[in-house]
């Protein structure tokens, strides 16, 4: 068979190996969890360090994940997906115990403490980065197309029960605080998560043959890199990613301050607003594996119209905040904030089943490096966002001298960007349209 010729092979991942590896992904969100909220909220409080440190730390680990694409390409090039993700997860396990274990360092120089912190975040990235774009990849290439929507909802959500559980159970252990008990319930978590991805994984990649069988040609990283940066399809998604999720982070720390400062909420009323919000988030991916099974097979572009959909509603949800803002507190947040929500993790989780189909339909042997672009470019966004959130807000209160204003200028800057997201999101399709001229006469091929 020539090179790079494929195959259509067996039946691919079923129900309960999807369910598996949304184990993998719950795992990985549980020490992610303890590591940017647990250990943010330590150093501030705790340790009374200035903001901008977990801070900065926080976006070194955003920033290392621009090594996603490597990771995918070795991960493509043969070897077992296994065993980067197994890897990803125990020194993301370790690096996570060492964070916390700085704690201890801050206590004794202010220097020696953030060293090793940003050693351990530096490593925490990469774990993420090695294990996360593996799992991807792996369901990319073995979720046959018409269970990817319910796969990508499946995998997500059990990642958002996994931090829920995580943040339950550690927030009872760890009181009364101490430096020890946090590094014990971060070892503790970090082992459990271990040992539930190794179980959970095992024998999966060997149990369920790739959709599609093609020969892995041994080509340098940065020539894979530069034909997937060619593919229009691959570089319009890849830059609608980075879009859309800049647009869906930059409101994640200006939400609860806004709900404050406009309409008097306390903090614990400002926390259970979140929590409204994170079940808008829930049912809006639900929706996505609901619709994408009822429709599978149909010929409906499912994903396309909840990505769109999803985008749209997002805009229009954050244009409701302006008129919030300027009419604050007149106006039902909750409400609002719930819809925000809900078209939100509709869009989202369409975005990454469409992700899946795209790195799943383009030349055999490139899911990884494909997840791994397209990963780096979500990891930017969401390093970018927050941080571009909060500064915005600043500049926008120093040019206009308004609350008021200063939100609802941020507010409409992040319903513009859904709205190019959107306008993006319709000229991208999942089903590649030279797919089947390009790769259709080798798929029916007979194997050598």
Not at 1 to 24: C, D, E, P, S, Y
Not at 339 to 346: D, P
Request: aromatic share 8%; proline share 4%; with cysteine.
């Amino acid at each position: 068979m020539n090179q790079g010729a494929m195959k259509t092979a067996g039946n691919g991942l079923g129900w309960l190996a999807i369910i598996r590896l949304g184990l993998v992904q719950a795992a990985l969100g549980s020490i992610v969890v303890l590591t940017t909220s647990t250990l943010n909220r330590v150093m501030v409080v705790e340790l009374a360090l200035a903001a901008i440190i977990p801070g900065a730390l926080v976006g070194v680990h955003y920033a290392v994940q621009l090594m996603r694409p490597v990771f995918g390409h070795r991960s493509d090039m043969g070897g077992g997906r296994t065993a980067w993700i197994l890897g990803g997860m125990a020194l993301l396990a370790v690096s996570g115990t060492a964070a916390a274990a700085t704690t201890f360092l801050f206590d004794q120089s202010f220097a020696l403490g953030f060293s090793a912190a940003l050693i351990a975040f530096v490593m925490i990235g990469f774990g993420i980065g090695a294990c996360g774009t593996s799992l991807l990849a792996l369901l990319a290439s073995r979720t046959r197309p018409e269970r990817r929507p319910a796969a990508a909802t499946i995998v997500w959500m059990m990642m958002v029960a996994g931090i829920v559980v995580t943040a339950i159970t550690s927030g009872s252990l760890l009181d009364p605080y101490s430096h020890s008990r946090l590094v014990a319930v971060t070892a503790s978590v970090g082992l459990v998560a271990l040992v539930v991805s190794l179980v959970s994984i095992f024998g999966i990649e060997r149990g369920a043959a790739e959709i599609t069988t093609a020969v892995r040609p041994k080509t340098s990283f940065r020539q894979n890199m530069a034909e997937v940066w060619a593919d229009p399809t691959d570089r319009l998604f890849t830059i609608f990613v980075f879009v859309s999720m800049l647009a869906y982070s930059t409101q994640d720390l200006i939400l609860e301050p806004f709900a404050g400062l406009l309409f008097g909420m306390t903090p614990g009323e400002s926390t259970k607003l979140s929590g409204v919000q994170h079940a808008g988030v829930l049912i809006g991916m639900a929706l996505v594996g609901i619709s994408g099974s009822l429709f599978a097979g149909r010929g409906w572009p499912v994903l396309k119209i909840l990505t769109v959909g999803g985008c749209v509603l997002s805009a229009f949800a954050l244009g409701a905040l302006v008129f919030a803002a300027l009419a604050a507190p007149d106006w039902p947040l909750k409400a609002n904030v719930a819809i925000l929500g809900f078209a939100n993790g509709a869009f989202a989780v369409a975005a990454i089943g469409t992700m899946m189909e795209l790195a799943g339909s383009g030349k055999p042997a490139r899911e990884g490096i494909r997840m791994g672009v397209w990963g780096a470019a979500q990891a930017i966004s969401f390093g970018l966002g927050g941080f571009a959130g909060t500064v915005s807000i600043d500049l926008a209160r120093l040019l206009t001298g308004s609350e008021p204003g200063s939100f609802a200028i941020v507010f409409g800057f992040e319903a513009a960007l859904f709205v190019l997201s959107a306008i993006m999101a319709m000229r991208v399709s999942g089903k590649r349209p030279n797919a089947a001229s390009q790769y259709g006469a080798l798929a029916a091929q007979p194997a050598e």
